[in-house]
């Protein structure tokens, strides 16, 4: 199972609004809404951010929002903020066997 | 509160043996999977696989098929990662990751994260 295509970094500056997608094929993106999004600081964990295509955790700010359209999900930040940047990761449900599969990650930098 | 607790960070040689664990707690640990995640120095997340701690049935993404061993506990509620013969490309942080109870099968908690060094 290859892993979801994902841009290797994206950056914007504070205020605006940033997306990043993830590519995967009819046999889990486009199959299942059970696409999520991690963001990871370095040395920590990942912490999900949005589940199940476009739900936010309790917690989360309303300034994430995902979508999906086929293969292809997103992430999209509006109103960046510095704390904001991170490393962000997709992943989705690939079936029974493979369960689950990762995104390479892409890297947002506030600018 | 669901929480996953990890074991602490390993320095092995290369062949050595090892076994890492991770204990689950503030929830139903029979009734959710927990699944394991490398992370390699510098890298992003690769999913290895995931078991069924009800049943113990386990599942490998293909690239970690054969390379390592998920099992579990129940009855302490923990499940374990563990590799026969180490290798240097096994260096890397390793994470146990569950769904969040009653709100997305997808991983929702994760532990700490175990740091593994393989080097001689």
């Known amino acids: 199972q290859s892993a979801l295509t994902q841009p290797a970094s994206v950056s914007g500056s504070p205020g605006q609004s940033i997306t990043i997608s993830c590519t995967g094929t009819?046999?889990?993106?486009?199959?299942?809404?059970?696409v999520s999004w991690y963001q990871q600081h370095p040395g920590k964990a990942p912490k999900l951010m949005i589940y199940?295509?476009?739900k936010r955790p309790s917690g989360v700010s309303n300034r994430f929002s995902g979508s999906k359209s086929g293969n292809t999900a997103s992430l999209t930040i509006s109103g960046l903020q510095a704390e904001d940047e991170a490393d962000y990761y997709c992943?989705?449900?690939?079936?029974?066997?493979?369960?689950?599969?990762f995104g390479g990650g892409t890297k947002l930098t506030v600018l | 509160e669901v929480q996953l607790v990890q074991s602490g960070a390993e320095v092995k040689k290369p062949g050595e043996s090892l076994k890492i664990s991770c204990k689950g707690s503030?929830?139903?640990?029979?009734?959710?999977?927990i699944g394991w995640v490398r992370q390699m120095p510098g890298k992003g997340l690769e999913w290895m696989g995931i078991i069924y701690p009800g049943d113990s049935d386990t599942r490998y993404s293909p690239s970690f098929q054969g390379q390592v061993t998920i099992s579990a506990d129940k009855s302490i509620s923990t499940a374990y990662l563990q590799w026969s013969s180490l290798k240097a490309s096994d260096t890397a942080m390793y994470y146990c990751v569950t769904p969040w109870p009653t709100v997305t099968m997808a991983p929702g908690y994760w532990g700490q994260g175990t740091l593994v060094t393989v080097s001689s």
């Open positions: 503030g929830y139903s640990f029979t009734s959710y999977w």
């Open positions: 199940e295509v476009s």
């Open positions: 009819s046999s889990d993106v486009g199959s299942y809404n059970l």
């Open positions: 992943c989705s449900y690939a079936g029974s066997s493979t369960s689950w599969v």
